[in-house]
């Protein structure tokens, strides 16, 4: 299959370059071809002239035939080439002056046109024109038979250089042809690459469909791939639906069985009977979070394609989740320190932005030791609005923030912490779908500090 | 006699293509190695041995190593033998009978031959890869200025007709001219000039009423004018006679201005040459700046385009294959008839 590696345009050169040398051979071969026959028309015409000059100087007595060449028959020719001459004169068989070898015509020219032939002779090729001529000699009319040779080195010399020429013509032919077919598989291939260089450019959650002009050729492929996108658009929305909606099925009756179980807790005086139900109470609140985190994260997905372009104040946003979140934090004596010195606008999704602050917060809860303290900053610097967060937790454990980040993905030093590995992963994927960004790396003294950017509006 | 034999074997010759009998050759030399001989290149020339031997010295201080073998013969008997093969072995074929160079040439016994970068010749001083002029030779008439006697000297061939018809008895059998029948170089002279003037045939008739003497080289009527034998001499080869006739001496060389041909003497290395090397390197040799000089400096008017641009009246006859038409037989014998009539009266 080496014809499949070819590269479409290698093909249209590859193609486009045999046409071009196909013809170049053929208009060097017709040039040759014709000047090659007009050379040697030329050299018969002049050749014929002299013959016919010699022919008509003939003059029949009772003596016998006579001749009177004349001068300007041989010197004409000797002027438009330096070639040789021969020539001979036949009287009813009988050579009356001249070369006596020179050959004879084939066959005995008619009329009064000469015939022209080629024949070696005297170690070159020869091409003769012969007339025949009747004379009356002594009441008796005699065939007289005129041949007139000559060497063929000036038609030679002309077809050299006509070759030369039509060398030179298909060369440049070619070359003209080169140069064009470059234009013209650049020119034909554009849409394709204009076409490729569009779909390359989309974002990898860009799933609209392809609407860049193309031409004719191309719209089946432009359809098939739109077709394509489509139905990768809708199973990944049936997917993100079917999440949510698991997740939503899983949360309510998880807090009814959370409610159900603190009321047993309540009731129960069994100390082991205890235990076990606070057991369930922390499963089943993590089970809640997951599910809720689950929820969020198909929540980011779905909502970053139409994103909500509302003005925000980031700081107001971490203000709510870090109040929401503070009763949790009170649970293991941990402080929620929120430094909020102004109004930090931009421009996002509420939902989202909520979203992210808290499973950042929640993060940094859930791996801070108790009767500790966790530092928010919200500052508006430069162009981007900064959230700080830094917590005494147990830092990245030498893991990139790359890895953290990633769907399912959790720390090597966490084991102990219950945990679904996709709240970074929101993070992350909601500072992308505003334009900000999102950096993990430890903190001086032990512990983490996340910092989450976004432009300011 | 002998050369009426030997334009009688020359027609021979041309009818038939090949002649049987070993050429006559009027000198053979040979010019020793100065150092051990390690190579001896033949030439085979119609120009005197004294006008060529300084280009031979010359061309043996370049080459010490080298022995020239140099002969003469009369342009029909050089012709005869490149023709029979009856001379192999000769590498530089010289001659001034245009016409028969021309054919042997034409007829495929001369051997292509590149000349090197610096020499230039002109493209009507050269035929094919295988003709190369050296010499251009105005061929002239000769006047003894005593004979003459204070009548006005001719320019054209009109003035010399009248001069004759005027006074015939002061040039009764003391005109002299080629016998063309006899001389390869005369016919040459005779044929070109009767296509190029309407005046030949009627200096013919005229000269043929004072009871002409016929030579056969150039060499013989400038003697015989010298002693005073003749008084005119038509178609004298200039080159001979202007060392013979220095400026206030009684011969006075004249080109007609009506039309003055120049013969060009060419070389050409036959197909049979033992030593083609040495024979391409002995042309180049005559056509680079050394042998210009001595061609020079020998009397010949060597190549060059100048002296026609300067002097309309000469034309150099055309090395084409045209000057192949006088030699044919037809041609040749229709122009001898008439001629001979012209000419010689019994």
């Known amino acids: 299959m080496r014809s499949a590696a070819l590269s479409l345009r290698q093909r249209l050169m590859l193609q486009l ?97 000469p015939v022209y032939y080629t024949s070696d002779y005297k170690q070159a090729e020869v091409r003769i024109s012969a007339v025949s001529r009747p004379v009356l000699v002594a009441n008796r009319v005699e065939p007289v038979l005129v041949m007139v040779g000559q060497t063929r080195l000036g038609q030679a010399a002309i077809a050299a250089q006509v070759a030369k020429v039509a060398a030179g013509l298909g060369i440049g032919f070619f070359a003209i042809a080169l140069v064009l077919s470059l234009v013209s598989a650049r020119s034909v291939l554009r849409p394709i690459d204009l076409l490729a260089a569009a779909v390359g450019r989309r974002g990898p959650r860009d799933l609209r469909s ?34 949510a909606e698991a ?18 807790l309540r009731q129960s005086e069994d100390e082991a009977t205890r235990r076990t139900l606070r057991a369930v109470i922390r499963a089943v609140e993590e089970s809640s979070r997951s599910a809720g985190q689950l929820l969020d994260h198909a929540t980011v997905i779905y909502r970053a394609e139409r994103l909500a372009d509302e003005a925000l104040d980031l700081a107001g946003v971490v203000r709510g989740v870090t109040e929401a979140l503070r009763p949790t934090a009170e649970l293991k004596d941990i402080a929620l320190r929120l430094d909020a010195p102004g109004p930090v606008p931009v421009r996002g999704d509420r939902m989202l932005l909520e979203s992210a602050v808290r499973n950042l917060l929640d993060n940094a809860v859930k791996y801070s030791p108790d009767d500790s303290e966790i530092g ?82 | 006699m002998r050369a009426v ?7 021979a010759a041309l009818m038939l293509g090949t002649a049987a009998r070993a050429f006559d050759m009027e000198e053979d030399h040979v010019f020793p190695a100065a150092t051990a001989q390690v190579a001896q290149l033949s030439i085979l020339s119609t120009t005197d041995t004294a006008v060529f031997g300084p280009l031979i010295a010359a061309y043996q201080a370049r080459h010490p190593g080298v022995a020239v073998r140099y002969t003469v013969a009369s342009s029909q008997q050089i012709y005869l033998a490149v023709t029979a093969a009856a001379a192999p072995g000769y590498d530089v074929v010289i001659s001034s009978a245009m016409d028969l160079q021309m054919k042997l040439a034409n007829d495929g016994y001369a051997r292509a031959h590149a000349l090197p970068p610096g020499v230039a010749l002109p493209g009507w001083a050269q035929w094919q890869d295988r003709l190369f002029a050296f010499a251009q030779e105005p061929v002239v008439v000769l006047l003894s200025r005593a004979a003459l006697k204070g009548l006005a000297l001719p320019h054209t061939r009109r003035d010399l007709i009248a001069l004759l ?26 044929t070109q000039e009767a296509r190029q003037s ?50 206030g001496s009684d011969g006075q060389i004249v080109e007609l ?23 391409g390197g002995f042309i180049d040799f005559l056509l680079g700046p050394e042998g210009y000089r001595l061609i020079l400096a020998s009397g010949l008017p060597p190549i060059g385009g100048a002296a026609f641009s300067d002097a309309p009246h000469l034309r150099p006859i055309r090395l084409d294959p045209g000057l192949l038409v006088y030699l044919d037989r037809l041609k040749r014998q229709n122009f001898l008839e008439e001629w001979t009539a012209a000419l010689v009266r019994h």
Request: glycine share 10%.
């Open chain 1, 210 to 243: 392809v609407e860049h002009p193309t031409p004719k050729e191309l719209r089946p492929l432009v359809v098939s791939l739109n077709g394509f996108i489509a139905r990768l658009r809708a199973a990944l929305s049936r997917t993100e639906t079917f999440i």
């Open chain 1, 17 to 113: 370059l045999v046409i071009a040398a196909v013809l170049a051979v053929l208009l060097y071969l017709t040039v040759r071809t014709v000047a090659g026959r007009a050379a040697e028309a030329t050299q018969d015409g002049i050749l014929g002239a002299a013959t016919i000059a010699i022919a008509e100087q003939l003059r029949g007595s009772e003596a016998g035939v006579s001749v009177d060449i004349p001068y300007s028959a041989f010197s004409i020719l000797g002027s438009i080439s330096e070639d040789r001459i021969f020539y001979r004169i036949d009287v009813a068989g009988q050579t009356l002056t001249g070369y006596d070898d020179l050959p004879l015509p084939p066959k005995p020219p008619q009329g009064q046109a």
């Open chain 2, 257 to 279: 201005q009506d039309l003055t041909l120049t013969l060009l003497r060419t070389a050409f290395i036959p197909r049979t040459a033992q030593r083609p090397d040495l024979g």
């Open chain 2, 198 to 247: 309407d005046s030949f045939w009627r200096l013919a008739e005229v000269m043929g009423t004072l009871a002409p003497r016929l030579y056969t080289s150039s060499a013989d009527m400038i003697a015989d004018l010298k002693s005073g034998a003749l008084v005119l001499a038509t178609n004298v080869i200039g080159s001979y006679a202007a060392p013979q006739f220095p400026p």
């Open chain 2, 165 to 190: 018809r005027d006074d015939p008895d002061r040039f009764r059998g003391r005109v002299g001219t080629y016998d063309v029948r006899a001389s390869g170089t005369g016919y040459l002279f005779a």
């Open chain 1, 247 to 264: 997740a939503h099925h899983i949360r309510t009756p998880l807090a009814t069985v959370r409610t159900q179980t603190e009321i047993a």
């Open chain 1, 376 to 457: 928010i900053a919200v500052r508006a610097e430069g162009a981007r609005a900064t959230l700080r967060v830094q917590d005494r937790g147990r830092g990245l454990g030498g893991k990139a923030k790359a890895d953290l980040a990633e769907r399912f993905h959790r720390g090597g030093n966490v084991a102990d912490v219950v945990g679904s590995g996709l709240g970074l992963t929101i993070v992350e994927e909601v500072a992308t779908a505003h334009g900000g960004s999102f950096d993990l790396s430890d903190r001086e003294g032990g512990g983490t500090c996340a910092l989450f950017t976004l432009p300011l509006r």
């Open chain 2, 5 to 11: 034999h030997a334009a009688l074997a020359l027609i």
